[in-house]
């Protein structure tokens, strides 16, 4: 579905990833963890073409993407659901959705308003109040929800436990999960080693723009000495 081979990529005349390759197969959920600043947020937005990448190659469903610009990326099936949530805080949750809406694709579900509502109840309830109205816990939902309404084969979430209650944090565990079976893929951005050791298959361990370490969750988690020196505070 994706993959990523010795990616480069610069913030002005800094260079933040350096020859970085990861790949997502077919309704898999894959974790790139590290520390704040390691470079997970950069790796998003080079794969979406929100940050340059100057040397390397992204392809989604092999055909390289590498260069597009992020709308193309986008249209092409791939959702980003940012850290910062990105909401329209004046529009209503309703617009907020509806300004996303694309096609439906073969393979996985096709999401409208109706469909949203039943897996976030929680966004009905609310669906005539301004996005800025809502909580922290709640934009961060509609952030994943807007990115569903795009229907994408795969989504990108950065850091999707930050800032969550512990009843918002279940319900990403069970959208996470409910989506993989439904035949999405899924690739997070996380410090949370416990949030991403319940949702994914495999994890990438990514330290000042380099890959460190890669494996299926299971192996990571059975060796502490594999990861304590990327991860542990």
């Not at 890959?211 to 020196?229: P, Q």
């Amino acid at each position: 579905m994706l993959h990523v081979s010795d990616l480069d990529a610069f913030y002005g005349s800094a260079q933040a990833l350096f020859g970085l390759s990861l790949e997502a197969v077919e309704s898999e959920v894959v974790a790139l963890l590290g520390r704040n600043g390691a470079g997970k947020t950069t790796a998003f937005e080079a794969i979406m073409g929100l940050v340059p990448a100057t040397a390397g190659k992204v392809t989604f469903q092999q055909r390289s993407i590498r260069g597009r610009a992020a709308e193309t990326v986008a249209r092409r099936g791939i959702a980003y659901v940012p850290a910062d949530r990105r909401i329209f805080a004046e529009l209503s949750v309703s617009e907020n959705l509806k300004i996303a809406r694309q096609g439906r694709r073969r393979g996985v579900p096709a999401w409208n308003l109706k469909t949203i509502f039943q897996l976030f109840p929680g966004l009905a309830k609310r669906r005539a109040r301004r996005g800025g109205e809502l909580g922290g816990s709640e934009q961060k939902i509609l952030s994943l929800a807007r990115a569903l309404m795009g229907n994408p084969r795969l989504v990108l979430i950065d850091e999707p436990s930050e800032g969550l209650d512990s009843g918002t944090a279940e319900e990403m565990v069970d959208t996470i999960n409910f989506l993989k079976e439904e035949g999405v893929t899924i690739v997070i951005a996380e410090q949370n080693l416990h949030f991403a050791s319940v949702v994914a298959d495999r994890a990438y361990i990514i330290d000042n723009g380099r890959m460190a370490l890669h494996g299926t969750m299971e192996d990571l988690l059975a060796d502490e000495k594999k990861w304590e020196k990327y991860l542990a505070r």
